[in-house]
């Protein structure tokens, strides 16, 4: 069975080309922009999050360490019978405590969310592979045919 189109206007065959032109390259360029930002975010995740928590946690280490010393040392200055009560370097070391679990909170949070940033990261990738395949083989695939028939066109006119 033969089919027939009843092209009315060469030109708009000639726009519609020119149109699915740039629509190529607009999605292609989109495509690689989606690309990128998905794996920048990744990176961030690796890079900056899982050094910046760590580096928390040994921050906190020696502040607590600190903290400690500076409650015994304080201990250690009060004379038999008097009772100085170091509030502040106890609430200075509660502090300490406090931010050093904080820290280490955050870097087995951030290790979860990692793991799950990195598998939407690769379910998303996947998902796109057949937008990205579109854009770099069917699009051009149809301007290639689309050229092939304006030149039937334009012989047959």
Request: hydrophobic share 40%.
């Amino acid at each position: 069975m033969s089919k027939q189109a009843n092209v009315r206007s060469l030109e708009s065959v000639r726009n519609f080309r020119h149109e699915l032109n740039e629509f190529t390259h607009v999605m292609a360029q989109i495509v690689e922009e989606l690309v990128h930002s998905c794996q920048q975010g990744v990176d961030w995740m690796e890079t900056d999050r899982m050094s910046h928590w760590p580096a928390q946690v040994r921050r906190s280490s020696d502040q607590l360490a600190e903290a400690r010393v500076n409650l015994e040392r304080c201990q250690m200055t009060i004379r038999p019978g008097e009772r100085a009560p170091c509030t502040e370097e106890k609430k200075a070391l509660e502090q300490a405590v406090e931010r050093l679990r904080l820290c280490e909170e955050k870097v087995r949070i951030t290790r979860h969310w990692l793991q799950v940033v990195r598998h939407e990261a690769d379910d998303f990738r996947t998902a796109l592979a057949k937008t990205t395949h579109m854009a770099d083989v069917d699009l051009p695939l149809a301007l290639t045919r689309l050229d092939e028939i304006i030149v039937k066109l334009e012989a047959y006119v």
